[in-house]
């Protein structure tokens, strides 16, 4: 592991990480799948989070056996609804939706100087980043609809050093997908996996939830990390 005082920059996944959101998505999803006769499971929500809308959508077809059944101006439609879905339930979200410890982790690594960018593949992260009240601290990000790869490709995290003006070795990348952490890790980047750790066991420092989410936190595994 590269040295904690290396470090300059922070890039961040959104849904599950900053805010409660990944809930959200999976429920919309869930609806869709209900309609399109797809079994739900807790594999298929674990497998799409971090995974963009059309090809949310595609693996839920797949899953159901279904991936030849519709026309891409159907699936459109059915991509469509699920967003509508989505936002729906995003109407009445607020700052209780972040995540414990995030705001005062954003806090602490704005008083250290670091510089921190965004890294979703969710093209409504700016009205989720702006109900949040956490717009000011993501000046930069990266835009989904630039990307030709969606994660594990590296190309949305290597973006999210490349906006901050630091290499990826001087940045961490934060995530709760198993894609996102795999995507982190081809970057070049040090790797911090939110969640279940044996989901997440290429994460190269792993908490199971956002209260642990701390600077001196990180501090401490990556010194230990380098013995
Ligand atoms: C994030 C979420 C996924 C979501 C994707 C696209 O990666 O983790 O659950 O499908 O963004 O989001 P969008 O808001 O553009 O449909
Ligand atoms: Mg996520």
């Given at each position: 592991?590269?040295?904690?005082?290396?470090?300059?920059?922070?890039?961040?996944?959104?849904?599950?990480?900053?805010?409660?959101?990944?809930?959200?998505?999976?429920?919309?999803?869930?609806?869709?799948?209900?309609?399109?006769?797809?079994?739900?499971?807790?594999?298929?929500?674990?497998?799409?989070?971090?995974?963009?809308?059309?090809?949310?959508?595609?693996?839920?077809?797949?899953?159901?056996?279904?991936?030849?059944a519709?026309?891409?101006?159907?699936?459109?439609?059915?991509?469509?609804?699920?967003?509508?879905?989505?936002?729906?339930?995003?109407k009445?979200?607020?700052?209780?939706?972040?995540?414990?410890?995030?705001?005062?982790?954003?806090?602490?690594?704005?008083?250290?100087?670091?510089?921190?960018?965004?890294?979703?593949?969710?093209?409504?992260?700016?009205?989720?980043?702006?109900?949040?009240g956490?717009?000011?601290?993501?000046?930069?990000?990266?835009?989904?609809?630039?990307?030709?790869?969606?994660?594990?490709?590296?190309?949305i995290?290597?973006?999210?050093?490349?906006?901050?003006?630091?290499?990826?070795?001087?940045?961490?990348?934060i995530?709760?997908?198993?894609?996102?952490?795999?995507?982190?890790?081809?970057?070049?980047?040090?790797?911090?996996?939110?969640?279940?750790?044996?989901?997440?066991?290429?994460?190269?420092?792993?908490?199971?939830?956002?209260?642990?989410?701390?600077?001196?936190?990180?501090?401490?595994?990556?010194?230990?990390?380098?013995?």
């Amino acid at each position: 592991m590269v040295k904690f005082e290396d470090i300059k920059g922070f890039v961040f996944d959104l849904d599950g990480v900053i805010a409660d959101t990944s809930v959200y998505h999976s429920k919309a999803w869930h609806q869709l799948a209900d309609e399109l006769g797809v079994a739900w499971s807790d594999d298929l929500a674990e497998n799409l989070k971090g995974v963009g809308r059309m090809d949310s959508l595609n693996l839920i077809l797949k899953t159901g056996g279904k991936e030849n059944a519709y026309t891409e101006e159907e699936k459109e439609k059915y991509a469509a609804k699920k967003n509508t879905n989505y936002l729906s339930l995003l109407k009445n979200m607020n700052a209780s939706a972040i995540l414990p410890g995030i705001s005062d982790f954003l806090k602490t690594l704005e008083e250290n100087d670091y510089r921190l960018s965004l890294a979703s593949a969710s093209k409504n992260s700016p009205l989720v980043l702006e109900q949040l009240g956490l717009a000011k601290y993501f000046e930069k990000r990266v835009d989904p609809t630039t990307l030709k790869h969606g994660k594990p490709d590296p190309e949305i995290f290597a973006r999210g050093a490349e906006v901050l003006g630091y290499k990826p070795e001087q940045c961490i990348g934060i995530e709760d997908a198993k894609v996102g952490v795999e995507s982190i890790n081809a970057a070049g980047e040090t790797s911090v996996g939110i969640g279940d750790p044996k989901i997440l066991h290429e994460a190269d420092i792993n908490f199971t939830d956002t209260t642990q989410l701390t600077l001196a936190n990180i501090k401490a595994a990556m010194k230990v990390g380098e013995h």
